[in-house]
């Protein structure tokens, strides 16, 4: 968890990235030319794999997305640390990235929703199964915050799978997905892709977090 007043650290980096969304997508041309398409990465323009997660099909997407990054990174910021944060929206992107290069069906890509789908689901599980930060609470205080821990973590066992239950229905109906309200057609697997990778990567850091807790809190009963 977040030292109080943490909030505000999180607001920078929301505030970048929102300025640098829409600051690429105000760019003249740099949208087109950012955005992946399987004709130019296959003869050689593999940064696109980066840069078309950075730009969007209109200034409409670009707003929704920023949108969505900064009530993510608010929303889970007392929740998980930002190593979580971090780490889960960074392995949304590079499953996003791989996932558009092997699969030939994807001719043109641009958005960071996958990425996000990343940042959703690794957040989620890092509070489902992340250590309690307890280590200076008192006797009632961590009474009470392993009360407010289990039902927190049943909120996010609820979200991950709502977010299960929104991935399947998209992967079944991909096929006959329709021009949807932003104008145009969603690329599914990017959300497969980015969440698939958020949720591993927040494991891995959970898991490298849980055997150091474990081992601070061995050290701390052997001085006892």
Known sequence: MAAPGYLTGWTRPALIFVAVTL???????LSDLWRFSRPAFEAGAWWQLVTAQWVHVNMQHAVVNAAAMVLMLLAFDQL??????????????L?????????????SYAGVSGALHGLF????LGVLVGPPNQARATSARKDSMNGHRVATRALALVVLLILAVKLWLQHA???DAPVGWLGFVTYYPAHEAGSLG???????MSALRGASF??????????T
């Open 23 to 29: 600051g690429v997508q105000l760019m003249p041309g």
């Open 80 to 93: 998980v640390g930002w190593r979580i944060q971090a780490v889960s929206l960074l392995g949304g992107y």
């Open 121 to 124: 689901a690794g957040n989620a």
């Open 214 to 223: 474990a081992k601070h809190h061995a050290s701390q009963s052997k001085n």
């Open 173 to 175: 109906t991909s096929a």
């Open 95 to 107: 499953c996003v990235a791989i996932t558009i290069a092997v699969d030939p069906g994807c001719i």
């Open 198 to 204: 958020g949720i591993i990567t927040s494991m891995l």
